[in-house]
């Protein structure tokens, strides 16, 4: 009875995460990520066209229209139909409702390549990737390669689980209850500002994005020399960058902030979950003033800090007290109206200046076997960010790391001074950028 | 393959500088070879909407294609019965009224509310305005539509004005001005004229129900351009019905439909074919892939 419920409703309720991104999203701060993968051949649009027609039933949680309630923001299903079109220069550029037909979405092609940008209101990285990798799939099907399913591929002729439909921040919230006043991770108030890099902004329209392509092997074997994993070690080059800068932009001591880079976490590795739409957390390794620590000790705290806070325990103490936020009945009966520039101003004020930066590690991405030969490359790259206005996003794929960094700013000081280290390092790393 | 000398980083055929720290590539081996391109190349002036540009064009182009057919039409039909052009000039200038309102923002480089706003506004004065002329030789009735609607661009100006303006003539000022010359102005003409009740109020508050269902109609419901055209035309005629019904109260005493019946006619057309074009799918796709770029 549920089920159907659920498979035949037309509206959703947004997932706990996703509340909060209706408040912030801007032409600017558009709330988008993007895949993109390049194929080794030209991209026929008529054939991509077909492709996201033949899948999009599948997901029926992504063909929706965000609207606004009376106390909240919900999603409605959206019965018209997503086309494709040509990329533009800027990734992640903010969704027109009028062009893109009310979708979350847009899939996008250019030469060899098929891009697809999801807003985090509909899902997070996960969500989307699967969305991708099967439409990639249903695409050289209609190109007629027959890329045989290994099951790591969606199958569209199933029926959704249910499972895929649920907000599981609210499921594991109320199997484990609301959080006591010890167990409160709330990171929102009464924390020190970070800094946020200074720069000449960009106008709404440019977004900057340069991706380095580095042998995984390589970039592997330097983190364990550090004894640590990918995302930790590049995480610590990242914060020791972003020291640097603070060191060059910052000239009086006394004014020097915390340097701190959020680093989401896959919840679905830390509990059984099917959920296609949001369910990350963020774990944020903060270094205080004065005392900046050199390389190999930034390592070591890097990796102590993320193994220490990314435990499932901690973790789930996180997600109960971001739901009870959310279910407080302060906020919970306060209208729309009222509650959007409330949060909006929370957010610019205190949420976003909490992070000089994100880094946000998707981990290897695996495709069956004759996809593999015909998708050369995947790029991963986050939302533009115009308070920490550059950030970090890492996809690992058939031996390489593509590290993508994007940017709201004119010069380029993240990127130079973390792919020149990796460099000194005698990691090699090709670029591409818009 | 090229290595920025700065960074030792390896770059791609068509970087023409290191995308990190601008220093120029110079290697007399290779070819900068653009068309190799990762991503679309930023123009000049490229802003958000650069990729509807064309789409923009062209539906710029059909509107104004339509306009023009329901205008010539009418007028030569006119010209074959009565040798002169007589009714004919109600559904041109409705015709005229939807192109500057309709069809002229989609050949703007830059949508802004207040511009596109600005340029309706105006349309419906000027519209309004010749009316007048032609129904009464003269400026009678359309003088309090047109100064209200003076009055109310320049409230909403006020909130739209550029800062830079701004900054020397304060928005207060604006307004008390724009108040007072309007209330002395309405009181000149309304010492021997009684208008205001009976024509001034109704239009004004017709326009304002008309808008006000819109706005919220595109913000509840509706998105896809089809909708947006349908609700534009059914808008106008909405308009100009209750605009003929309250005009003709007010010179006659009693209501009637007279010239909006001919934009009704002009105008049905137009909205039965977005209606078809909204119910099938199957024509509205091919549009889609006809107009994506």
Redesign the interface.
């Known amino acids: 009875m549920e089920e159907n419920y659920i498979l035949e409703s037309d509206w959703y309720r947004l997932d706990n995460s996703a509340k909060i991104y209706p408040a912030i999203m801007t032409?600017r701060q558009t709330t988008l990520f993007r895949y993109a993968f390049?194929l080794t051949e030209e991209i026929d649009p008529?054939l991509l066209?077909q492709a996201l027609e033949i899948i999009f039933p599948r997901f029926p949680y992504f063909n929706v229209?965000l609207?606004?309630g009376f106390f909240w923001n919900y999603l409605e299903r959206n019965n018209?139909?997503p086309?494709?079109?040509?990329?533009?220069?800027?990734?992640c550029?903010?969704i027109?409702?009028?062009?893109n037909?009310?979708f979350l979405y847009k899939v996008l092609y250019?030469?060899k390549?098929i891009a697809v940008e999801f807003s985090h209101v509909i899902s997070d990285g996960y969500g989307a990737l699967e969305f991708t990798k099967t439409l990639i799939f249903e695409y050289l099907k209609l190109k007629g390669h027959n890329p045989e399913n290994d099951g790591s591929i969606m199958d569209v002729s199933e029926k959704p689980d249910k499972g895929e439909f649920l907000d599981d921040h609210k499921r594991y919230s109320q199997i484990y209850g609301k959080p006591t006043e010890e167990e409160k991770e709330r990171n929102l108030f009464g924390k020190t500002k970070a800094f946020l890099i200074k720069g000449r902004v960009l106008p709404?329209?440019?977004y900057?994005?340069?991706t380095?392509i580095i042998p995984s092997d390589d970039l592997r074997k330097k983190a364990r020399e550090y004894n640590a994993t990918i995302t930790e070690f590049l995480t610590a080059i990242y914060l020791e960058s972003l020291i640097e800068i603070q060191f060059r932009q910052v000239k009086n001591p006394e004014k020097l902030r915390s340097v701190a880079v959020q680093v989401p976490v896959n919840m679905r590795n830390k509990l059984e979950s099917k959920s296609m739409r949001n369910f990350s957390l963020f774990v944020t390794p903060t270094l205080n003033p004065p005392k900046f620590p050199g390389f190999d000790e930034l390592v070591g705290f890097t990796r102590d800090f993320i193994r220490e806070n990314a435990t499932t325990k901690r973790l789930i103490n996180i997600l109960r007290d971001n739901v009870s936020v959310g279910e407080s009945p302060l906020v919970k009966h306060v209208p729309l109206f009222l509650k959007l520039p409330i949060t909006k101003y929370i957010v610019n004020t205190s949420g976003s200046s909490q992070h000089s930066g994100t880094l946000s590690n998707l981990g290897l991405v695996k495709l069956p076997e004759k996809m593999t030969e015909l998708v050369e490359d995947i790029v991963f790259n986050l939302s533009p960010d115009p308070h920490a206005k550059t950030n970090a996003a890492v996809i690992g794929y058939n031996g390489r790391v593509y590290l993508t960094f994007g940017r709201v700013i004119k010069d380029?000081p993240i990127?130079?001074l973390v792919?020149?280290k990796l460099?000194?390092m005698g990691i090699?790393?090709?670029?591409?950028?818009? | 393959m090229s290595y920025c000398v700065e960074c030792g980083v390896e770059l791609a055929e068509y970087h023409e500088e290191c995308p990190l720290c601008g220093t120029v590539v110079n290697n007399p081996k290779r070819t900068i070879d653009l068309s190799k391109n990762d991503y679309p190349i930023y123009k000049k002036h490229h802003v958000l909407t650069n990729r509807r540009k064309v789409v923009r064009r062209l539906v710029g182009f059909i509107l104004t294609m339509s306009f023009m057919m329901t205008a010539l039409i009418p007028m030569l039909v006119d010209l074959r019965v009565n040798t002169a052009i007589t009714w004919s000039v109600y559904p041109l200038l409705s015709s005229l009224l939807l192109w500057f309102s309709i069809a002229v923002p989609f050949f703007k480089k830059r949508n802004t509310f207040f511009g596109d706003f600005s340029i309706s506004w105006w349309g419906v004065a000027i519209f309004v305005f010749i009316i007048d002329i032609l129904n009464s030789g003269g400026l009678t009735w359309s003088r309090y539509v047109i100064s209200s609607m003076a009055l109310v661009w320049v409230l909403m100006a006020g909130i739209f004005i550029p800062f830079k303006i701004r900054k020397f003539v304060p928005v207060i000022l604006i307004y008390i001005v724009t108040a007072v010359g309007y209330f002395l102005l309405l009181a000149s003409w309304i010492a021997d004229n009684s208008a205001v009740f009976s024509l001034v109020l109704p239009l004004e508050g017709s326009i304002l129900l008309v808008f006000l269902v819109s706005f919220f109609l595109v913000r509840s419901k509706m998105h896809g351009i089809i909708n947006f055209i349908l609700l534009i035309l059914w808008d106008t005629l909405i308009i100009c019905v209750l605009f003929d019904l309250i005009i003709t109260n007010y010179v006659r005493g009693s209501y009637a439909f007279t010239w909006s019946f001919i934009v009704v006619i002009a105008l049905l057309p137009l909205i039965i074919t977005a209606l078809i074009i909204k119910r099938r799918m199957k024509l509205k796709g091919l549009i889609s892939k006809k107009l994506h770029r």
């Open positions: 032409e390049t008529e066209q229209s609207r606004k018209d139909r086309t494709v079109h040509c990329d533009t220069p800027a990734p550029e903010s027109n409702d009028i062009y037909n009310g250019f030469k390549r709404a329209d440019r900057h994005i340069v380095g380029a990127e130079r792919f020149r460099v000194k090699h790393v090709k670029l591409q950028s818009n």
